[in-house]
Nanobody
């Protein structure tokens, strides 16, 4: 059974930083795409970032490009999202996602496996 557990969310002031982690279990994920999505109150879920199985390919939404960095540690089955220069509009529940297909996460903005989410709140 696949489980994804996010951590690292919290309250931060504008311009601050947070690092989200997502620990995956239930299988070996080194060949899987891992990604992050977010959903703000009253809005649809949106893609944030993705990383390929080897870590050699990454992709970001325009809204976070240059501020967020995705990385992974396959030995720990963990994906990270380093978020810098945070803005109030980054406030959302952030979800970890894992899928075997790059296109499913990046193009279709969905995933087979999801975490339970972690709240990120950026105060102005």
């Amino acid at each position: 059974q696949v489980q994804l557990v996010e951590s690292g969310g919290g309250l931060v002031q504008t311009g601050g930083s947070l690092r989200l982690s997502c620990a995956a279990s239930g299988r070996t994920f080194s060949s899987y795409v891992m990604g992050w999505f977010r959903q703000a109150p009253g809005k649809e879920r949106e893609f944030v970032s993705a990383i390929s199985g080897s870590g050699g390919r990454t992709y970001y939404a325009d809204s976070v490009k240059g501020r967020f960095t995705i990385s992974r540690d396959n030995a720990k089955n963990t994906v990270y999202l380093q978020m810098n220069s945070l803005k109030p509009e980054d406030t959302a529940v952030y979800y970890c996602a894992v899928d075997s297909s790059w296109n499913t996460i990046v193009v279709l903005s969905t995933s087979r496996y999801w975490g339970q989410g972690t709240q990120v709140t950026v105060s102005s």
